[in-house]
């Protein structure tokens, strides 16, 4: 079945730079948009960033000018380069996916398990 499985997470200090990999696995027909979420305890989950497969993105605000979102479409991996952390940024990040699997009539979202960012001194 479906796995997305994220990593790349770690301990960084302000300034500092982490790439975020996501690896999509499972019978995909085909791949919509690729992403990145992130969400913090008792908060909605957020954008960071999203490619669609014809390498549209869309950033956050507040990471727009520090991350840069990467696809590779033979692969079925999306990454994310996070530089300039910010203790802010600090909290789980989600890798997204949203595509068909075969047989299916309507595109769905998929998600992963996370990976856990820590920006701090």
């Known amino acids: 079945q479906v796995q997305l499985v994220e990593s790349g997470g770690g301990l960084v200090q302000p300034g500092g730079s982490l790439r975020l990999s996501c690896v999509a696995s499972?019978?995909?027909?085909?791949?919509?948009?690729m992403g990145w979420y992130r969400q913090a305890p008792g908060k909605e989950r957020e954008l960071v960033a999203s490619?669609?497969?014809?390498?549209?993105?869309n950033y956050s605000g507040s990471v727009k000018d520090r991350f840069t979102i990467s696809r590779d479409n033979a692969k079925g991996t999306v990454s994310l380069q996070m530089n300039s952390l910010k203790p802010e940024d600090t909290t789980t990040y989600y890798c997204?996916?949203?595509?068909?699997?075969?047989?299916?009539?309507?595109?769905?979202?998929?998600w992963g398990k996370g990976t856990l960012v820590t920006v701090s001194s």
């Open positions: 997204y996916v949203e595509g068909y699997v075969y047989d299916a009539y309507y595109d769905r979202n998929y």
């Open positions: 499972g019978t995909f027909r085909s791949i919509n948009v």
């Open positions: 490619m669609t497969s014809g390498g549209r993105t």
